[in-house]
């Protein structure tokens, strides 16, 4: 056994011990505990071009690099970040890395955890960067770690490391979400419209009644993020209109897209996220700044 593959299994049990240790968030060597594991992570995995974050008094104990700087205004704590990220733990226990789901649109002063506060505010400082964080402990999720469901998926007194990119040009990271989508699955024959709106009608309606914006259609229709995961359907087997709604209130995609059919058409719409559901995002399935997928089959046009 070589000195190399010695040393670097040595540091990596070193790493796995001291992420096992559970210490108490108020104590005197919680800064030092999470030190110790910053910096045998970044020898471990032969990190190079790592900082050490020296703003307000050299406290934090992040460690950084900023992979791409940001170009937008300075980012106050009063301002809205839209974010996508990556996480993982350095015992590779944990990892969180769908950036389709990843994603955070809040103020700059209420983003959470703590470490990627500190790293977008003092250290990217502008949207549209990239900055990758090793963040420790305790400005992370500390002694709790995080339970979802009544499982703990990550352990309390876990150091994480992040890549965080805050979007600066809406439209732009929408376009390329949507491109990059079309490409991922091979898709071809889809018409974009001027809002970034992409459409492919797949059957062709046989109905006279125009689609209008108060017009109340019956549909069938499955939504889908950009990751293929399903947040919602409406479907019939027996081919009847399983939702039924004024178009007026739907989302602007459906507005644009389902007068381009008539009843009987069946047409697949991507959409940008402004489009959907915005920077809010709907409840827990559709996170803020989604773009989507709709696969709708127009069955009733009524209109008023």
């Not at 400005?139 to 992040?162: E, H, P």
């Amino acid at each position: 056994m070589t000195k190399r593959i010695i040393y670097t299994t040595l540091t990596c049990l070193t790493i796995a011990f001291l992420t096992g240790c559970r210490k108490s968030g108020d104590s005197i060597n919680i800064k030092q505990y999470d030190e110790d594991q910053i910096k045998a992570y970044i020898q471990a995995r032969g990190l190079t071009g790592m900082q050490r974050d020296t703003t307000n008094g050299d406290t934090s104990g992040i460690y950084y690099q900023i992979i791409t700087p940001g170009t937008g205004n300075l980012l106050e704590y009063s301002d809205k970040a839209s974010l996508t990220y990556k996480a993982y733990n350095f015992a590779s226990t944990y990892s969180s890395t769908d950036t389709v789901v990843n994603h955070i649109n809040n103020y700059v002063g209420y983003l959470s955890p703590k470490g990627i506060q500190l790293g977008v505010k003092f250290l990217l400082k502008r949207k549209g960067g990239k900055i990758r964080l090793l963040v420790p402990s305790r400005s992370a999720y500390g002694v709790s770690g995080i339970t979802t469901d009544n499982v703990k998926v990550l352990q309390g007194n876990q150091c994480l490391d992040y890549t965080i990119n805050v979007v600066d040009d809406q439209a732009a990271y929408d376009e390329l979400c949507i491109q990059n989508y079309l490409k991922r699955y091979n898709l071809s024959g889809y018409t974009r419209t001027a809002s970034g709106l992409y459409y492919k009608i797949t059957k062709v309606g046989t109905g006279t009644d125009v689609v209008g914006l108060y017009s109340v259609v019956g549909v069938q229709y499955t939504g889908y993020l950009l990751n293929q995961t399903s947040f919602d359907s409406a479907n019939n087997s027996d081919g009847t209109a399983a939702f039924s709604t004024s178009l007026s209130e739907a989302v602007t995609g459906w507005q644009e897209g389902l007068p381009l059919i008539t009843a009987g058409g069946k047409i697949t719409l991507i959409m940008p996220s402004v489009s959907g559901y915005g920077d809010t995002g709907s409840g827990t399935t559709i996170p803020a700044f989604s773009c989507l997928r709709f696969d709708i089959n127009l069955i009733t046009v009524d209109n008023p």
